[in-house]
């Protein structure tokens, strides 16, 4: 894999959505460090927040804002000389997406405002973070980019509807490419989203008490338990990060790319390597989590050979650094 110029981003003026969240925050600290001479966030501070930016919260242009209905009348000053747009703002706390009104104006109508706005604005390229849960479930085999895609749950179903609308939006000649990641995991993750419950809380557990031998079990609330069935795609956030920023590199538009490990993990297998990394007593096995998707595996083998990006870190040396960074 290729390496990035430190200067990559020099000269650009860059907006981020999400961009006190948990990857969205990890991309704004890559781009300050390839050099973009700006950098614009807008955060709704709902699930992110300022202290996830860490020693860049000084030099970004936080805009706090909630994506919906009115997100034109908030977001077109900050729009103003913006060279790239990375979309990264989402529902994705469990307790958020029952709501189903609020899931629909934040990933439906303030997605397409935002989109036609940037047009207007005249920014060159958007990366859209998009999700495996466009595709819906599957029982074997990896998902593939041209997969007809049939999401079960209004998150999928909404992150699909986004991949459209940005399409449609762009036709007029502003360049995109969206991004569907696997579960992303990593330091400053939220045990609250619906992304990789189990890791936050299995860590937060052993933090809590470092005698427990069962995720979830010292008062966090919540028994993401295993009997070793599902099976998930991990992607180190670094990883997930490096693919937005060579999507947004690239001079390929148009397009959508699988962002993930390739490589499905148990239950079971992620528990065993959570106790090896921190030192624990092994997890039992109980009842499973409820799962919407329990077979999840994304074929990346697209993004490899137009993007130029592999994944990097091992799910072990992955969940090694975030229990380090949990400790701190």
């Not at 000053?77 to 790239?84: H, R, S, T």
């Amino acid at each position: 894999m290729s390496t990035l110029s430190p200067d990559a981003f020099a000269g650009k003026a860059v907006m981020v959505t999400g961009g006190c969240g948990f990857i969205g925050s990890h991309l704004v600290r890559r781009l300050y460090a390839l050099g973009a001479a700006r950098v614009v966030v807008l955060d709704s501070l709902g699930s992110g927040t300022r202290e996830n930016l860490g020693d860049t919260l000084a030099d970004v242009e936080l805009v706090p804002i909630s994506f919906g209905i009115d997100v034109k009348n908030r977001i077109e000053p900050p729009l103003v000389g913006i060279d790239y747009l990375f979309h990264f703002a989402a529902e994705t706390r469990v307790s958020t997406l029952s709501r189903t009104n609020q899931v629909l104006r934040s990933h439906v109508d303030g997605t397409h405002g935002l989109f036609e706005l940037a047009a207007k604005a005249g920014v060159q390229r958007v990366v859209y973070a998009s999700s495996f849960y466009a595709y819906g479930p599957r029982t074997g085999g990896p998902y593939v980019e041209d997969d007809v895609p049939a999401p079960n749950t209004l998150y999928g179903i909404t992150k699909l509807t986004g991949e459209h609308l940005l399409a449609q939006v762009c036709a007029a000649g502003m360049q995109f490419t969206s991004l569907r990641y696997a579960s992303v995991y990593g330091p400053r993750q939220s045990p609250h989203s619906l992304y990789c419950p189990l890791i936050a809380h299995s860590f937060d557990s052993l933090l809590a008490d470092p005698g427990s031998s069962v995720p979830g079990s010292s008062g966090t609330g919540a028994q993401p338990t295993t009997t070793g069935v599902d099976c998930e795609d991990y992607v180190y956030v670094d990883d997930a990060v490096d693919a937005a920023v060579r999507a947004m590199l690239s001079p390929a538009s148009g397009r959508l790319f699988n962002i993930s490990s390739g490589i499905a993990h148990s239950d079971r297998q992620l528990l065993d390597t959570i106790a090896s990394v921190s030192d624990s007593p092994s997890f039992p096995d109980n009842q499973s989590t409820s799962n919407v998707l329990p077979y999840s595996l994304s074929d990346n083998s697209a993004a490899r050979r137009e993007l130029g990006w592999a994944p990097q870190v091992p799910l072990e040396d992955g969940l090694r650094r975030c229990w380090e960074h949990r400790k701190l």
